[in-house]
């Protein structure tokens, strides 16, 4: 007696749930140590030192009523407002309180604003590869999703295909940059081209199109790259942001909303991203973590775990004959299947203790992920696995 | 270009906003303290002590990965198997982990339940007087929303009018006690015949009907009256909880949904509602208020705070002539409003610095809700104010 559209999902979870037993299967045969999980991605990195302190100190010297209680349902005005401050710096933007909503992470955030601007119907377009929960968050509000397939030589946005998939139902466009799976991040050429693009739809069509730019993995990049802000390019847009992965803490739920301060209906909008975030039954962000967060602006992970992987992974990986562009950020390698079938690839890892997630799975066959927010040590244990791994097909 | 359904809630806000608005113009010009603000439901006792000594304790001794990460979407199972046996021993019930999902509050808990069981069309009914968000819940998933009129003798359920309004469509009812706004706890005499019509209707239209009690206000109760557990009365039951009221945490958004063991396909229903958790963009409920609630079983606000505003407003409103039920539980007092139009009578209250919401909030136009959870100090004050309110009317 569940909802017919759940009855799927139930069924494919079996599937997932499947594939976690047979980690566990594997481990309980030869042990943990040995099993070569890169399916999760769940930080290894820990959480900054300070937050400990941060914490007790809230806790200590604000009154519990005020630090526990209910706020605005946008989450608590100074907060949004020291958030504001902070980014205006960073990217030379004029931001307030009112352009920031406190929101349940990242994931809390994109169902936030999808509830406040799908009608039924209504297409949302994405660019693979991508994340897999889009799918589900436009259709938890009836929209469609449109795939603008990927481009595979260098994981930019294939513009030319978004030319001619939008249309007049077109009501939203998601970005993720740096991509889960890809790694990369897309280029300042990138963002101007697909800004140009919309503007021009825009008028074509006469009707806003919003770009919505997911952005978990924005402090996790290398080498000095910097994430272009999309505030910058296109005044129709919106910033998901989540603390899960730049500062280790995804179980606490807890990350903001921007809204362009040049967006169309700029009230009307923030009214409905209110709304929604109180009837989706979020009522607002985890209070103690908001207060957390106003003390917590510039603390950051130390990414360099995450750049020893990459590198140590990458390195290895390519020497071997994989073919894989190198990822400017994220924690994640998103290399070229030996074989065209990335789910029968995936299987045969298993027999060498390897797990990874097919390319499928991110609308992008041919291809498969490894989250490298793993210890070093089982890296470097893994590398002998994948030498293996890729002789079945030499 | 938000969303048309978005389109009149945000309306309707600028209306609630104005009424806000309206409550700080009044301090501003007669101070804070003689302004009478009964409207909002955010408690003013204090969390137990010692939440402070157990935020501190889980923080030093926890692994900060293991604290703040992901967890299974249900939450972590040690918490879930705490609050099983916390439960089971106090309703002599046979609960496990799997019976247990950790929410973000009950109205995430009464969202990731109705995402779970709703296919659009289905209809929900609800029994007025009602709390009004019941109707976004249940409009976020195409439901339709069946009010079944208030018994207003007595504020326990039309039952009546209840099996006249259950059809072949009815996938769900949805009851809330201690009520919200009436106060009111439902005798087990109640929802003994609620459940045997349940039953009756699931023979003959030959289909599941699930019951959702939604109880955050379950320990907040009066002269030794309890609860009934639903899950003793009706297999095919949930329980919606939030520990917003028990322990005076609204912010932090912690509750979980119970799952009575004995519900039909109880497999498909838990797994649908780890989904739900996940999809709808909660991921899971906060990770260290999970650990503080397991820590926090036996913990209780001081009740007696309540219960004393309860009397002295109960008492003077009575004396001067409000007709009133005495309510057991909640904070809340829901008289009559002594015109027919209670929107008008909300709005004369105004005049003497009072604020209160309309019956017709909740779905029972010609009463009054006033919320009790304020200083006492303040409701002494207030009455006077409602001495000259009613010679309104006289």
């Given at each position: 007696m569940i909802s017919s559209k759940m009855r799927d999902m139930v069924l494919n979870s079996s599937t997932i749930r499947a594939m976690f037993e047979e980690g566990k299967r594997l481990s309980s045969i030869y042990g943990e140590e040995n099993v070569f999980d890169f399916s999760i991605g769940n930080p290894n990195v820990e959480p900054p030192e300070e937050i400990k302190n941060i914490i007790n100190k809230i806790i200590n010297e604000e009154k519990p009523n005020f630090l526990h209680g209910y706020m605005n349902n946008s989450g608590y005005e100074d907060v949004r407002e020291a958030i504001a401050n902070h980014l205006g710096l960073e990217y030379n933007l004029q931001l307030k309180c009112e352009n920031i909503v406190m929101t349940c992470g990242a994931a809390g955030g994109l169902n936030v604003i999808l509830k406040s601007i799908l009608d039924p119907e209504d297409e949302v377009i994405v660019f693979a590869p991508f994340f897999g929960e889009y799918i589900n968050y436009v259709k938890n509000f009836d929209g469609v999703v449109t795939v603008v397939s990927a481009?595979?030589?260098?994981?930019?946005?294939?513009l030319e295909e978004l030319k001619n998939k939008i249309s007049n139902k077109t009501k939203a466009v998601i970005i993720n940059s740096?991509?889960?799976?890809?790694?990369v991040i897309y280029s300042e050429e990138t963002i101007k081209e697909l800004s140009n693009i919309l503007r021009e739809k825009e008028l074509e069509f006469n009707k806003d199109i919003y770009l919505i730019s997911d952005e978990p993995?924005?402090?996790?990049?290398?080498?000095n790259t910097k994430v272009p802000c999309i505030l910058n390019y296109y005044n129709n847009s919106f910033i998901g942001y989540s603390y899960s992965k730049s500062l280790s803490l995804?179980?606490?739920?807890i990350g903001y909303i921007v809204v362009n301060p040049k967006m169309n209906t700029f009230e009307d909008i923030t009214a409905a991203l209110n709304i929604a975030n109180r009837i989706l039954g979020f009522v607002n962000a985890p209070s103690l973590f908001q207060r957390v967060i106003k003390e917590s602006l510039k603390l950051e992970v130390n990414i360099n775990i995450y750049k020893k992987n990459r590198d140590l992974l990458y390195n290895h990986l390519v020497s071997i004959g994989f073919e894989c562009l190198k990822p400017d950020g994220a924690f994640y390698l998103f290399p070229k299947s030996p074989i065209e079938d990335d789910v029968k690839f995936c299987e045969d890892a298993k027999k060498f203790n390897i797990l990874a997630v097919p390319g499928k799975t991110f609308g992008c066959p041919g291809y498969f992920r490894l989250s490298y927010c793993i210890s070093y040590d089982k890296i470097e244990r893994s590398l002998k696995a994948f030498n293996e791994l890729i002789k079945l097909y030499k």
């Amino acid at each position: 007696m569940i909802s017919s559209k759940m009855r799927d999902m139930v069924l494919n979870s079996s599937t997932i749930r499947a594939m976690f037993e047979e980690g566990k299967r594997l481990s309980s045969i030869y042990g943990e140590e040995n099993v070569f999980d890169f399916s999760i991605g769940n930080p290894n990195v820990e959480p900054p030192e300070e937050i400990k302190n941060i914490i007790n100190k809230i806790i200590n010297e604000e009154k519990p009523n005020f630090l526990h209680g209910y706020m605005n349902n946008s989450g608590y005005e100074d907060v949004r407002e020291a958030i504001a401050n902070h980014l205006g710096l960073e990217y030379n933007l004029q931001l307030k309180c009112e352009n920031i909503v406190m929101t349940c992470g990242a994931a809390g955030g994109l169902n936030v604003i999808l509830k406040s601007i799908l009608d039924p119907e209504d297409e949302v377009i994405v660019f693979a590869p991508f994340f897999g929960e889009y799918i589900n968050y436009v259709k938890n509000f009836d929209g469609v999703v449109t795939v603008v397939s990927a481009d595979t030589n260098s994981f930019q946005l294939n513009l030319e295909e978004l030319k001619n998939k939008i249309s007049n139902k077109t009501k939203a466009v998601i970005i993720n940059s740096p991509n889960n799976p890809s790694g990369v991040i897309y280029s300042e050429e990138t963002i101007k081209e697909l800004s140009n693009i919309l503007r021009e739809k825009e008028l074509e069509f006469n009707k806003d199109i919003y770009l919505i730019s997911d952005e978990p993995y924005r402090e996790i990049v290398y080498d000095n790259t910097k994430v272009p802000c999309i505030l910058n390019y296109y005044n129709n847009s919106f910033i998901g942001y989540s603390y899960s992965k730049s500062l280790s803490l995804p179980g606490e739920r807890i990350g903001y909303i921007v809204v362009n301060p040049k967006m169309n209906t700029f009230e009307d909008i923030t009214a409905a991203l209110n709304i929604a975030n109180r009837i989706l039954g979020f009522v607002n962000a985890p209070s103690l973590f908001q207060r957390v967060i106003k003390e917590s602006l510039k603390l950051e992970v130390n990414i360099n775990i995450y750049k020893k992987n990459r590198d140590l992974l990458y390195n290895h990986l390519v020497s071997i004959g994989f073919e894989c562009l190198k990822p400017d950020g994220a924690f994640y390698l998103f290399p070229k299947s030996p074989i065209e079938d990335d789910v029968k690839f995936c299987e045969d890892a298993k027999k060498f203790n390897i797990l990874a997630v097919p390319g499928k799975t991110f609308g992008c066959p041919g291809y498969f992920r490894l989250s490298y927010c793993i210890s070093y040590d089982k890296i470097e244990r893994s590398l002998k696995a994948f030498n293996e791994l890729i002789k079945l097909y030499k």
